[in-house]
């Protein structure tokens, strides 16, 4: 501990010692040394200055601390890239096909800036033909030079809100200091590349899924949400001139030079014009899957959306992989179907289904107002017609008579019958409105937690005011919300970007092969163009 004195002022300071420690280091790192002693006497003119009873910004301080952190970590990355390239280029390369270049220096991205490092790169010895970077291909780098943790977490910021925002973001945690355009482009491409493995990823995370020892039961939710799609306008048809119009064009002299600029200077102009959109809502889908415990309560729910025209199929498909399940919907025909035609088969016969209860309510709740106003009975109706159908056997069949028989079916309030409407949905859907009993066996009976999804995973990201999206940049945003909501980012983009790290050996007159590992995949020559592009 340093030894403390007064200043002049009477206040204290901070008197340092220096001590000198030995520490040996391989020779290959010795160039750090020099970085990690500026780093040691910058702290120490830190604590120096504020070792004083003055205020202090201690904000500033700790990000010049972390400035200097930084730099260091920037030489650690840069030794080690500069050692990775050295270990390729002493294992030479006697191939006529494929031959290193020069040395280029070549920009590698992470999550606290970028560093630039020397490094041989091999192209194929045909004109223009592809490189292959080496230490890239073994690190995994994603699109043009991002290292996997900072991709992965750019990808993070893109899902939670828009590019602005995530540039935003990283510079306010003075991590990530890139524009709002690296942003959108690395982070589509972690989309790309989840989106592409998206099956198989889903079924290992589901294989992987440990259960919860207190889960009970299981149930699948689908619904729709309103999503705003970018979509082009189709230009009208073409006019056609009448026969007699073309006979005359035809014989008309030539235009004068004025004349006939004018007609390129517009042909130009429409030529140049892009095409116009529109801003057009198109319905998305949203569904869960949700474990109960013995009350019904969530445990977790694991989200997924697809986009308008996705697949739909797939996504039902996906809800019932490896699961014994309850099914609740608002009973709207869409879904009706949907679950005859891709869920009934796979569910099996012992699934129990159920209606939302609050959607019932939503009708009971209209119904009980014109009761109360044609005082046919007292306040507080809709009440116990909620509470009846909640605890009570064959309550849903005892208040669709009560509705019946009550001769109210006929009355229209604010442009509807809602007794009229409370008939007609209970009687479509008595069957699936056994609410006490599904309660007595601790099920749930309310689809909350897919109607959160769709203002969660859709609503609260993509449906900004003036937002609108094209399929394919949408589902890769959709599909990455979905991961962080289920809380399954972190095994799925790993999973998404770990095959892009492959093994590579470079051996005198066989060119170049890849060397035993996990992945049992060649590498590949690689282009600059990235995952899309060779999507």
Known sequence: MAPRRLDDAGSPTMTTTTTTTMIAVPTSCAALCTQLAELAQRIDDELTQTGSGAAIDYGAVEQRIADALGMSSGGCTRRSWRASTLM????????TSIA???GSRATTTRSRGTVRVMRTVYRKTELNGDTLDPVSVRAGVVADGWLPHTARAMAHLLAQGTSREAEATGRELARLPYSRSSFERVGHEVGTLYRRAQPRIEEALIQAYAVPAD????????????????????????????????????????PTPQVQA????????ESRREDKVARNFRMAYAATVTLHDAEGDALHTIRYGRMPKGDVRGLCRGLVRDVTAMRLTDGATEFE?????????????????LIDFWHAAEYLGAAARVFEIKRKVGPGQFRRWRHALKHDDGAAAQIVEQLEQS???KVTLDGVRPV????????????????????RQGLPIGSGNVEATCKSLVTVRMKRPGARWKHTTGDEVLQLRALQLSDRWAPAVQRAIKPLAKSVQIVDGL???AAANTNHRAAPIASSRGARAAA
Not at 262 to 269: M, P, T, W, Y
Not at 342 to 350: I, K, M, N, R
Not at 426 to 438: G, K, S
């Open 88 to 95: 390729c280029r002493r294992s030479g390369c006697g191939a």
């Open 100 to 102: 290193a270049s020069a």
């Open 215 to 254: 889960a009970r039961s299981v149930s699948i939710s689908i619904d729709r949400v309103a999503l705003p799609m970018e979509e082009p306008i189709e230009a009208p048809p073409a006019p056609v001139d009448p026969p007699w119009v073309a006979a005359a064009l035809a014989t008309a002299p030539p």
């Open 262 to 269: 004018v007609l390129d200077e517009i042909e130009l102009a």
């Open 337 to 353: 179907t949907l679950y005859a035609q891709h869920l009934a088969t796979p569910l099996g016969s012992d699934v129990v289904s």
């Open 407 to 409: 001769g109210l079916d």
């Open 420 to 439: 009229e409407a409370a008939i007609r949905y209970f009687r479509a859907r008595l069957p699936r409105m056994e609410y006490a009993a599904a309660r």
């Open 511 to 513: 060119g170049l092969r």
